[in-house]
């Protein structure tokens, strides 16, 4: 059975089989990506304007800012679930997975 997923709310919301289960509210790690001149860069997702899967990972493309030095950028590809058996398991935003961050 395939997973329908959907950017909803303006790009507030990525939804797996219509149900809201990526906000843009969180703050995510980017600690493998150039997003900005820090370390790490905790990145407020501002909005989705694409979200996709390949093989099982769900990942979108949207708008972030680093919450510490203040950059806005566009990033595609971050890694924000998998489907596993039919099911969206989301990945926890505080996690560090540089398999899984975007390109700025």
């Known amino acids: ?9 303006d790009g507030a919301w990525v939804s797996v089989d219509n149900e809201r289960r990526v906000p843009t509210s ?23 304007t694409r979200v ?5 990972e769900v990942s979108v493309d949207g708008v972030g800012r680093c ?15 998998r489907v596993l058996d039919g099911s969206f398991r989301p990945y926890p935003p505080d996690a560090v997975r540089a398999r899984s961050e975007p390109s700025v």
């Open 67 to 81: 919450v510490d030095c203040g950059e806005k950028r566009t990033f595609s590809g971050l890694g924000v679930g």
């Open 1 to 9: 059975m395939p997973t329908e997923l959907r950017v909803l709310d």
């Open 26 to 48: 969180d703050i995510w790690r980017f600690a493998a990506t150039d997003f900005c001149g820090c370390a790490t860069a905790f990145v407020l997702l501002e909005a989705f």
């Open 52 to 56: 996709s899967v390949t093989g099982r």
